[in-house]
């Protein structure tokens, strides 16, 4: 066994001239003789919100305020300034814009700068603005026998990062700079890895924007905090999501955090010619609910779900996982004998955080592959459903 702290087997990420292919991980052997040694504990680019070392999801509907709070986060850290009463620690940032033109990004940059006091960034001072609009790709996935691979513009980040040893990197944002397929567990979990690459070798912390359908922005309960496959939240360390409850008014909620308890949510009062500013009145009850939250469903509907979701698949009418979709849980199952008083969206939050459910891809019928819910084996077993070895040989079964 090597003496370094190691084994020298390569990384989940490995680097070659052409890129960064994302492909099958080897392990590492952690030496034990490190329990004896000072472990270094969780640093915060922002308190208990935004690790360092870890990519931070942050979602919400398009135009309901992301790239500004984003865009004003990263200044209040490069400037040592707390952000909305929780700490920040001090550190050289970049945001990195794949959506919105240079005249927006500094004329953003100069109305917050000026609303809170902060000097303008001086060029080489610790700040940093890219324009990535006319070449955003940092990952494509595998295609026609191709390996999965980050992008030249991957590379070229990676060594501007380690050039002007970036700290704290704002990636505006996932629909632009992610050319996967956002269903696709295995495209989603490769990105989200490849950035995760960069955090840990910068030890920075990376926040990535999203957008989320309308449905949820809106306080629905029917929809998601997060578009696309749930791999999105379960390859993320911690999740922000904001929500417009009414004009002029923000709600920012912790959803996710792998570090320890979740934040308080917060709310912002937005009036024109304005930035965001902290409210004075408490958020209201969380309108999308975390899938990490507490919701209460009665065992008996949850097995009622269950035992619908498999009678549908026996049927082949698949139950989409995508919220949003017109074959979703909640669409499919209200033309069922359920009613709409039925917490259809809690019984499948429910049923997914106790391993009952299961995200599965399958070929519809155009041959393009989409994601549907599985009831697993313990999901069989506690809604009293036979063991279905056939059902789960089929194409399409969980990965």
Same mark, same amino acid.
């Given at each position: ?190 990105? +989200?890895?490849? #950035?995760?690459?960069? %955090?840990? $070798?910068?030890? *920075? !912390? ?5 957008? &989320? ?61 304005? +930035?965001?500013? #902290?409210?004075?009145? %408490?958020? $209201?009850?969380? *309108? !999308? ?5 507490? &919701? ?68 519809? %019928? ?34």
């Amino acid at each position: 066994m090597s003496s370094k702290p190691y084994t020298a087997f390569p990384m989940e990420v490995t680097t070659t001239e052409g890129g960064v292919i994302v492909g099958p991980a080897m392990f590492r052997v952690i030496d034990l003789a490190r329990l004896k040694q000072p472990i270094e504990p969780v640093r915060w680019a922002w308190d208990r919100r935004v690790p360092r070392k870890e990519v931070t999801l942050f979602s919400g509907h398009g135009g309901a305020g992301k790239s500004m709070l984003a865009l004003m986060l990263a200044l209040l850290a490069w400037s040592g300034r707390q952000a909305w009463g929780a700490a920040t620690e001090r550190c050289r940032a970049a945001f990195f814009s794949a959506e919105d033109s240079e005249d927006t990004v500094l004329r953003r940059t100069k109305f917050i700068c000026s609303m809170l006091g902060i000097p303008d960034p001086e060029p080489d001072g610790g700040f940093y603005l890219l324009d990535a609009v006319a070449s955003p790709e940092l990952y494509i996935p595998a295609r026609s026998g191709l390996p999965a691979t980050t992008t030249f513009v991957y590379d070229r980040l990676r060594d501007y990062m380690a050039t002007q040893r970036i700290e704290l990197l704002v990636i505006d944002g996932a629909s632009d700079t992610f050319t996967g397929d956002e269903i696709r567990r295995a495209e989603v979990r490769a990105y +989200v890895r490849a #950035l995760a690459a960069l %955090a840990r $070798e910068f030890n *920075a !912390a990376i926040v990535l924007l999203a957008h &989320v359908d309308k449905i949820t922005a809106k306080g629905s309960k029917d929809g998601q905090s997060y578009s696309g496959s749930t791999q999105w939240h379960n390859s993320v360390r911690s999740r922000l999501y904001l929500s417009q409850p009414e004009v002029g008014r923000l709600v920012l909620e912790h959803q996710k955090s792998n570090h320890g308890p979740l934040a308080d949510p917060m709310a912002f009062d937005w009036q024109d010619d304005d +930035v965001p500013r #902290l409210s004075l009145a %408490a958020p $209201e009850t969380p *309108a !999308a609910p975390a899938d990490d939250s507490l &919701v209460v469903v009665e065992s008996a509907q949850v097995r009622r779900v269950l035992q619908l979701i498999d009678e549908f698949t026996k049927r082949g009418e698949f139950v989409s996982t995508a919220y949003n979709s017109r074959t979703a849980a909640p669409s499919v199952l209200f033309r069922s004998t359920l009613g709409k008083a039925f917490p259809i969206s809690d019984a499948v939050r429910a049923a997914h955080r106790a391993g009952y459910l299961a995200e599965a891809e399958f070929t519809r %019928a155009n041959r393009m592959t989409g994601e549907r819910w599985s009831v697993t084996t313990i999901g069989r077993m506690f809604a009293g459903l036979p063991a279905d070895p056939v059902l789960d040989a089929k194409p399409g079964s969980i990965e």
